[in-house]
């Protein structure tokens, strides 16, 4: 009989236009497939090893995994100065600085690059890349990537006792240590201030614990309000979470009793003023001391000596008006923070909004007063 050749034909077209519509697995170490990821929004962003790039979506309650190929070592990184950066970015995406806003910034401690997120009024997000104050845009589609779903997240349209939305806190803050991803948000538990730990390359597990702090400033006990930043350290040797909260408490929580299923009580080290929301923390070198430097909202950015840090050995545990435990010190220089992260071990980058209301992006350095 004879055979038709039009079928097998039709098999291998059919194979064809499946592997270039869906993702496919690809040969990494880290467990990436090429597509095109679906990210909602860009809430957070951190960076581990090899240019891999974390993008936390609070409103798809994912993270993703991301092959930058941008991997190339960068010893000394240089400064970076770019004014009215806001004109500047929504002229390279085609639109009016009132359109856009920035919602997180990260270096790539590898390369020394910055990596900008973007959200337009529309609702789409999109992730930018700084290399020598030229501004490019990072192509979502057709990228190596991975991804985790969160558990226990609020649904889309909860809302708190204020009628905000609370899926968007979700993931508030996020960094990449000794081979897991950290993650600060809500979760939709009872008490829904929540710490995730998530080995990487992801697979299907992931670790909650419930915190719980006494905000002096407020003179209470809190489990629903996020840690709004965060970074990891060590103090006196031992692994440590440094978070703060809205107005401004700084606690300290050891890291190796944030597991899955944990209510972990933290120690609040300092209050730092109420009525400020703090935006990113840092860890850099002043010489041969060691500094802790937190951006925030109303005020100038606080510097901490890791020295008065682990020098307290107490917790606040009563109210208190004002300031109240570790020394800090403000930094004059350093108000208006939109966002700020670590270029290098002794460099800063900010972009800061001026008082003239223009809004730029410079460096400074580590002895910044």
């Known amino acids: 009989m004879k055979k038709n050749w039009l079928y097998p034909f039709l098999f291998l077209t059919l194979i064809v236009l499946l592997a270039a519509t869906k993702p496919f697995t690809v040969n990494s170490p880290y467990g990436f497939t090429k597509g095109t990821p679906e990210i909602k929004s860009i809430s957070a ?21 991301l092959d930058t190929k941008d991997a190339k070592n960068t010893e000394k990184a240089g400064a970076i100065s770019m004014t009215n950066i806001d004109q500047k970015i929504a002229a ?21 690059k910055l990596y900008i997120a973007i959200q337009n009024t529309d609702g789409t997000p ?17 990228v190596y990537f991975s991804s985790i779903a969160l558990n226990d997240v609020y649904a889309e349209d909860a809302k708190d006792a204020r009628g905000r939305l609370l899926r968007i806190s979700t993931i508030s803050d996020m960094s990449f240590y000794d081979g897991k991803l950290y993650i600060s948000g809500l979760s939709n538990k009872e008490f829904s201030s929540t710490f995730r730990s998530i080995p990487f390359p992801f697979t299907s597990s992931q670790d909650e614990a419930s915190l719980e702090i006494y905000h002096a400033s407020h003179g209470r006990y809190e489990t629903t309000s996020p840690v709004r930043t965060f970074t990891i350290s060590k103090i006196n040797g031992k692994d440590y979470v440094i978070a703060s909260y809205t107005c401004t408490p700084l606690v300290l929580f ?25 935006i990113d923390m840092i860890t850099i070198k002043n010489g041969n001391e060691t500094m802790l430097v937190m951006a925030n909202t109303a005020r100038a950015a606080s510097k901490v000596n890791y020295k008065n840090i682990e020098a307290f050995e107490g917790t606040l545990t009563e109210r208190v008006a004002g300031t109240a435990g570790t020394p800090f010190v403000l930094l004059p220089s350093l108000t208006g923070i939109v966002q700020m992260d670590k270029l290098d071990n002794n460099q800063i980058v900010m972009i800061q909004k001026k008082q003239n209301g223009d809004i730029d992006l410079l460096t400074v350095n580590d002895d910044v007063q």
Request: net charge negative; glycine share 10%; charged share 25%.
């Open 92 to 112: 390279a995406l085609g639109t009016q600085k009132e359109n856009i806003t920035i919602t997180d910034m990260a270096v790539n401690p590898v390369s020394k």
């Open 45 to 65: 962003l951190s960076f581990g090893k090899d240019g891999i790039l974390f993008i936390g979506d609070s409103k798809g309650a994912s993270v993703f995994a």
């Open 126 to 142: 999109v992730l930018l890349k700084i290399d020598n104050e030229k501004i490019d845009a990072v192509s979502l589609k057709d």
């Open 254 to 278: 050891p890291l190796d009793e944030l597991k899955a299923g944990m209510h972990v009580k933290g120690r609040t080290v300092a209050e730092m003023g109420s009525g400020n929301t703090p």
